[in-house]
């Protein structure tokens, strides 16, 4: 479901998830082709009420601009 900031949540949680068998050099260059990204994160938790799998949103998007950003 749609961030309300335009964060692509899933590929965001995707390339963090990638960083151990792809290498992080190759990731950060595909995360820099991201047109909006993770620091962009309000926290408004609008993706956590709509996010069916439990995942701990917030934390990953803080965590992929600790390593992309």
Do not use: H, T
């Amino acid at each position: 479901m749609p961030c309300p900031e335009g964060i692509e949540i899933g590929w965001v949680i995707w390339d963090l998830d990638q960083i151990p068998a792809r290498g992080i050099e190759q990731i950060k260059e595909w995360y820099a082709g991201f047109s909006v990204k993770a620091s962009a994160c309000i926290e408004c938790g609008v993706c956590m009420e709509r996010c069916p799998f439990g995942v701990e949103i917030i934390n990953k998007m803080r965590e992929a601009v600790e390593v992309f950003e």
